[in-house]
């Protein structure tokens, strides 16, 4: 038998913590403009349902119960909100140099109006909207917070346009 053939996987979702699903829900569907796909829900610590022994089967026992919400980008790009009863209500450290995701990226070829939407929302612009290619090609870049601390990144292009042209050469 023939070994199977090697392909890239596409993405699915991403999974974040938030303190307020309701309000996460908000910034995220009205600064983002992504999709409801499920509404804020609660799940509970119990065996008798898939869901419940699935995520007893990833946060263990003792949780109680969260709430979860599903949106999707325009490019149908899940994204999962969670929010536990105990979830510490302070930002996360951001920290690149250490083992783990540290960001995410959206993209908008509005980039200057995105970042302004995040930050009258109470989310933070991190640096100036930089250019790849300074005087060239209008490829840019900013990293940004929401309001809960959570580090991202916006691009104005597609991350194949971005790099393929090689972006850090001279």
Known sequence: M??????????????????????????????????????PSK??????????????????????????AHLATSDGIGIELFSFPNTEMKKPEFNPFQIG????????????GLVE???AQGGKQRMPIREYYPGKKPFSMCYVEDPF?????????????????????K
């Open 2 to 39: 023939p070994a199977p053939t090697s392909y890239p996987r596409s993405f699915s979702h991403i999974g974040i913590t938030v303190p307020d699903i309701h309000l996460a829900v908000k910034f995220y569907t009205e600064v983002m403009g992504w999709y409801i796909i499920m509404e």
């Open 43 to 68: 799940v509970k610590e119990e065996t008798e349902s898939a869901i419940g022994q699935m995520c007893m089967d990833v946060f263990g026992e003792g949780w109680d119960y969260f709430e979860i």
């Open 101 to 112: 995701l540290f960001h995410f990226c959206v993209q908008d070829p509005d980039i200057e």
């Open 117 to 119: 939407k995040i930050v």
């Open 149 to 169: 601390g959570i580090v991202f990144e916006v691009y104005s292009h597609s991350y194949e346009l971005t790099y393929s042209s090689g972006a850090y050469t």
